[in-house]
């Protein structure tokens, strides 16, 4: 229920100003405010009470538990890397072409869709097999 008045809440915003607003800043504050209003929903959306979702936000923005060396960890850092790369990458210039250039192909041949086609493969089987060996992990919607 709060998570479905909390998207509603933000729906009505951005009917009624937020648009408006959005014109006027700029992309990468756009894409911030837009990653940060979704990561607060789901949180709603997961968690089984208020208490949870209130305890579990108030940990997600402290920092004051955060060892530095914790954060320098090959692991969580070539994560976080890698996270942000993907999350930032379409507003740089290469971004948008490498972006208008998958969408938009000036022509496709058998080769072209190879060389999508193979490294997505790739991340597919190495994601399935990252979750596979987690052990269990039901689908989302299972835990209600």
């Known amino acids: ?14 009917r009624g100003f937020l648009l408006k607003v959005y014109k ?3 992309v990468f504050i756009k ?8 990561m607060v929903g789901w949180v709603f959306f997961r968690s089984e009470n208020l208490t949870s979702a209130f305890a579990y936000l108030s940990k997600m923005f402290s ?9 320098l960890d090959g ?12 999350s930032f990458f379409h507003l740089l210039p ?16 058998i080769g072209k869709h190879l060389a999508f086609t ?6 597919l089987i190495l994601s399935v097999a990252s979750v596979t060996t987690l ?10």
Not at 63 to 71: H, P, Q, R, W
Not at 118 to 123: F, K, Y
Not at 135 to 144: A, D, E, L, S, T
């Open 1 to 14: 229920i709060i998570w479905g008045a909390y998207h509603g809440l933000f729906l009505v915003m951005e």
């Open 24 to 26: 006027h800043i700029p």
């Open 31 to 38: 894409v911030i405010f837009t990653f940060l209003v979704v």
């Open 63 to 71: 920092f004051a538990d955060i060892k530095a060396y914790e954060l």
């Open 75 to 86: 692991r969580v850092l070539f994560i976080l890397i890698l996270a942000s790369v993907f």
């Open 94 to 109: 290469t971004g948008k072409k490498i972006q208008k250039y998958i969408y938009f192909p000036p022509e496709m041949n």
């Open 118 to 123: 193979i490294p997505v493969m790739i991340l």
């Open 135 to 144: 052990g269990f992990n039901p689908f989302i919607y299972f835990r209600f």
